[in-house]
């Protein structure tokens, strides 16, 4: 990581303990932050939060494993995730799965050589009646076809 | 999605004025409304069916500076979106039944702690809320209520599925892995920062600013004897509405089946991957605690679809969502997985299967919290349901060759 990027960082860190605070109920929402921003929580992000909430590093990246939607590696820059669960998985979900590796040129749970996509599956997103479902990002896509969960991609990325 | 949907119900898709709960609530005493929601006979609806009442007298009764009321909207049983249309469509309800309940126990806090998958709901929640303090909803003096202050924020989750059991959900709260406690103590007396804590599923708050409008016995006059009120169910797979229905308890499975549309109909999942599996020959039960208990999910199974690829989906998100602190669940459910495999592939004993039907009674009773108690369920139902299905092909591909 470059010299600014740290600095960038460390002051983008400190505004979200401003905004939430340094007690250790803060550092979901902060990591959340984190995450929606960057796809992925760095280890030198991971240290400077357990700085400011005076918790060890390891706190932090043992949070950051258990819940689905944080990372600690890199990702791209969009995140689409599509629901593996039964009644999606009945509504041929791999249909939308193919169509979305053939497109994007990669498998899933891997990320595009431009860093735009990476792909994955997720558990149940709730939307058992209106699947087959995906998310990307922070936005949800119902009743999928092959056709208009690409369209979707490129809609989402401009 | 679109916003609001024209649904039928008694309670809860009923006619609702935003205020009305509370305005009736904060004519009332706190005992009023204890007793109140104890003649409803409430239980819980997200899949336990602990008595709301009781829940609510014992935060009530614990002695404390500050007291929380937590919204459970980390609905994650697949199968399950109901919470998810009550947020979207009917946010007055919940957010009422949380100032209704705030009241009632003596707390000024409340949290919605919504699933991290929900994240696009999280803006109409907050926009709503404003509107509620501007309404005096929320604040201090809650409709010129001395001395009643309550307000509500909603705090996201970032996908896990335990997160949804209470105690998970607290250290998930406290900014820590989502991992069950160790039970007692209750959330009640020691909670949310150690605090008295009231953890209600969506929709348990949101039939409470109908019950004190209408009254306990108005609301234990629907369902059954022992299951009181309406549900909401969550209806998908092969079927032509799947949707959210609010129906009485008491409904059996061929009624469901009839109103949804649904048509050659091998099997019906209750109560999502954590549930059973009930086949053909016991479609006349009844949903209903003293029959089949569910938090709402159902899916649909037609002929065609092979109960043994069902089973192994749900095996596989177990494994994935055990949050690996208690052996009975992590290795179990991974060794359940294992034999579905094992039978995928024609690899399997009769005596192995055994002993991993009595690894999954082992599971129900010796793990930590309801996630390892409830997922052998779906294995010992389905591989005893459907024997024939899946270890004996009538018309084999070999037959007579």
């Known amino acids: 990581m470059l010299v600014f990027e740290k600095t960038s960082l460390a002051e983008e860190i400190e505004q979200l303990i401003e905004k939430y605070g340094n007690a250790r109920s803060a550092l979901l929402p902060i990591l959340q932050e984190i995450q929606s921003k960057h796809r992925y929580i760095s280890d030198y992000a991971q240290q400077e939060v357990a700085r400011h909430l005076k918790i060890q590093p390891v706190e932090v990246y043992s949070v950051i494993t258990f819940y689905a939607f944080l990372n600690s590696e890199p990702k791209g820059r969009n995140i689409v995730r599509i629901c593996k669960t039964i009644s999606c998985d009945m509504k041929n979900k791999i249909s939308i799965v193919k169509a979305i590796e053939r497109e994007l040129g990669i498998k899933m749970g891997e990320t595009t050589s431009d860093n735009k996509f990476t792909i994955e599956y997720t558990n149940c997103l709730g939307l058992c009646d209106e699947g087959p479902a995906m998310g990307i990002n922070e936005q949800v896509f119902t009743k999928l076809t092959p056709e208009s969960a690409v369209k979707h991609l490129h809609e989402v990325v401009g | ?401």
């Open chain 2, 1 to 401: 999605m679109e916003k609001r949907k024209d649904r039928d119900g008694k309670v809860l898709f009923s006619n609702y004025t935003l205020g009305e709960g509370v305005r009736k609530a904060l004519s009332l005493s706190r005992d009023d409304i204890l007793f109140e929601v104890k003649d409803s006979k409430l239980k819980g609806r997200g899949g336990a069916g602990f008595p709301v009442s009781t829940k609510w007298m014992l935060a009530a009764a614990a002695i404390a500076d500050e007291k929380y009321v937590i919204c459970n909207a980390d609905e994650g049983e697949p199968g399950t979106f109901k919470d998810r249309v009550l947020l979207v469509e009917y946010p007055e309800l919940v957010f009422e039944g949380m100032i209704i309940a705030g009241y009632a126990i003596g707390a000024k806090n409340g949290i919605v702690y919504l699933r991290g998958e929900y994240e696009y709901i999280r803006k109409s929640l907050e926009d709503f809320l404003v509107q509620m303090r501007k309404d005096n909803l929320l604040g201090k003096n809650i409709l010129g209520k001395e001395g009643f202050d309550f307000d509500i924020e909603i705090f996201l989750g970032s996908a896990a599925y335990i997160c949804g059991e209470e105690t998970a959900l607290i250290e998930s709260l406290e900014g820590h892995r989502g991992e069950a406690r160790n039970r007692p103590p209750y959330p009640v007396n020691t909670g949310f920062n150690g605090k008295p804590t009231s953890v209600n599923n969506v929709e348990t708050l949101g039939c409470i600013p109908h019950i004190i409008i209408k009254g306990g016995e108005w609301y234990h006059d629907f369902g059954t004897e022992k299951s009181s009120g309406t549900k909401l169910f969550s209806v998908s797979g092969d079927c032509e509405r799947p949707d959210v229905y609010e129906w009485e308890w008491g409904i059996t499975i061929n009624e469901m089946l009839e109103k949804v549309g649904a048509k050659n109909t091998k099997a019906v999942q209750i109560g999502g991957a954590s549930g059973i599996c009930v086949p053909k020959s016991q479609f006349d039960r009844k949903i209903a605690y003293e029959d089949i208990p569910t938090g709402g999910s159902i899916i649909i199974f037609d002929e065609n679809r092979d109960m043994l690829k069902v089973l192994k989906n749900f095996m596989e998100f177990f494994v994935e969502e055990s949050c690996g602190q208690c052996t009975p669940c992590r290795i179990g459910n991974s060794k359940l997985l294992e034999g579905v495999e094992m039978i995928e592939n024609e690899e399997y004993t009769f005596a192995y299967l055994s002993k991993l039907k009595d690894l999954g009674k082992t599971m129900q009773v010796a793990s930590k919290c309801g996630l390892g108690q409830s997922s052998p369920n779906s294995f010992l139902s389905i591989l005893e349901n459907f024997k024939d299905e899946i270890f004996y092909h009538e018309a084999g591909v070999e037959n007579g060759k």
